[in-house]
């Protein structure tokens, strides 16, 4: 198993390139299955998480050919031979549930393993069977499988989510562009992501309107055509990268990044004393001075401040004067990178959902281990402020969101590497 090392070694200095978002290209790639004509996804990233969706989209009878070293997704759904989406696949990533409402509206059936237990939370599904079965869906569980049919098709509806998930939105959405009517979604998620989604299931024919508000109406149509999309800027991984300058020192600039992919995000940078402005290619992120001032964060839906950056920020905020509360509120057990910081001589007190984080001036490099995606990349962060060396291990989790990770932090000028243990 990998391990990446990194030695602190002050400012960091240059250009980061930014990929397309994991998240969108995984909801992008199950909409393929909606249409028996291509769609092509380009600036998709290389990512294992890319990969696993490409698996579970062939084993159903898809087509993915990956090309231009895996920027472009060709895919094509014009026979699909198996509407069974298997544990084995489904495991290994949370995602795989965005075939349920494609395969059903196209099938009229779907059999789809529950993803299981995830590290950061119990992670349900009810709120997709509840959206899907207002249109008209039946859904059982058995044996740890969702078994949905709509043997009539499915019909539009009104329905109103209990919490404005995500992929609950992302399924919801796909399924309606091919049921009978007209479907009004309320409380839809917001997320960037989901009007990515949208746009290209317009350009495939798709009739939808008010993504990027709580809000959507989708007028299904009878069939969908082939499209090519290209996938949204990461702002997951964009904001992970801004914090490296942060954290570091120096100036970095990072290539296809937008500020209002991340206004809430920026705000609380601003108040930690972090200049974030926009350039013709992107962002410029340096720090005002030496001293990061605390901040307190609440995780929120979009357009809050996002769950997925808040191992990272708490890296930050175990180098700042003062003490910061981070409050998790979208996911129940996401504080696992907690105690390892604490290794590296963090101050932090866990309770519940709340981080309280009291800054030291001094992180120190210590062997550590990455419990999962976004907590991997904040021990990086830490390393790369930290006096001495990290070594983070467990970095299959790193492969799962960040491409060629090692490359563009050591592009900025940090003493970084993988080695095999
Ligand atoms: C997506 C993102 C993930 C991000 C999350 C929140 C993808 C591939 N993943 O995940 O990176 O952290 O949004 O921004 O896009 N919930 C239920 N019942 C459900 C569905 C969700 O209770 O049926 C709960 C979850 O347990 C969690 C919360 O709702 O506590 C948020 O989940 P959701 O918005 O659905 O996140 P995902 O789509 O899984």
Redesign the pocket.
């Known amino acids: 198993m990998d391990s990446i090392v990194i030695k602190g070694n002050g400012p960091l200095k240059g250009q980061i390139p930014i990929a397309g978002a994991?998240?969108?290209c995984?909801?992008l790639m199950p909409a393929t299955l909606l249409s028996e004509e291509p769609l092509t996804l380009t600036n998709a990233p290389r990512l294992s998480?890319i990969k696993t969706m490409s698996a579970l989209l062939g084993s159903l009878g898809a087509e993915v050919s990956s090309l231009q070293d895996g920027k472009v997704l060709a895919m094509s759904s014009h026979k699909l031979d198996n509407h069974v989406a298997d544990y084995e696949i489904v495991r290994k990533m949370?995602?795989s549930?965005?075939v349920l409402g494609p395969m059903l509206a196209r099938l009229g059936r779907a059999v789809v393993s529950l993803p299981g237990g995830c590290a950061?939370?119990?992670?349900?599904?009810?709120?997709?069977?509840?959206a899907l079965e207002a249109l008209g869906a039946e859904i059982e569980l058995k044996e740890g499988y969702l078994h949905a049919k709509a043997p009539k098709g499915l019909k539009g509806a009104v329905h109103e989510l209990r919490?404005?998930?995500?992929?609950?939105?992302?399924n919801t959405v796909m399924a309606a562009t091919l049921a009978k009517g007209t479907t009004v979604l309320k409380n839809a998620?917001r997320?960037p992501?989901i009007v990515d989604l949208v746009q290209c299931l317009r350009k495939m024919g798709a009739q939808i309107e008010g993504e990027g508000t709580s809000t959507i109406t989708i007028q299904g149509v009878d069939r969908l055509s082939g499209a090519t999309h290209p996938v949204v800027t990461d702002r997951?991984e964009l904001g992970s990268y801004m914090l490296a300058p942060a954290i570091a020192g120096g100036e970095v600039e990072l290539l296809g990044g937008r500020i209002n992919l991340l206004e809430a995000f920026c705000e609380k940078l601003d108040s930690a004393g972090i200049n974030v402005s926009e350039t013709e290619n992107g962002l410029v992120v340096a720090r005002r001075a030496d001293l990061i001032h605390s901040v307190d964060v609440t995780t929120e839906?979009?357009p809050g401040f996002?769950?997925?950056l808040q191992a990272q920020m708490m890296a930050l905020m175990c180098t700042a004067d003062g003490v910061s509360v981070l409050e998790e509120k979208?996911?129940?057990n996401r504080f696992m990178h907690a105690p390892e910081l604490i290794r590296m001589g963090a101050q932090i007190d866990v309770q519940g959902g709340v981080a309280t984080v009291t800054g030291v001036k001094q992180l120190k490099g210590a062997r550590v281990m990455a419990t999962d995606?976004?907590a991997s990349v904040s021990l990086i962060l830490a390393g790369l402020a930290a006096e001495g060396e990290t070594v983070v291990s467990r970095v299959y989790h790193v492969d799962r969101g960040y491409e060629h990770v090692v490359a563009k932090f050591a592009g900025v000028g940090a003493q970084i590497e993988r080695v095999k243990e």
């Open positions: 994991k998240n969108a995984l909801t998480d949370r995602a549930n965005l950061i939370g119990a992670r349900p599904m009810d709120l997709h069977i509840e919490f404005a998930s995500v992929g609950a939105t992302e998620a997320e992501e997951i839906v979009y996002p769950t997925d979208i996911f129940e995606l976004r």
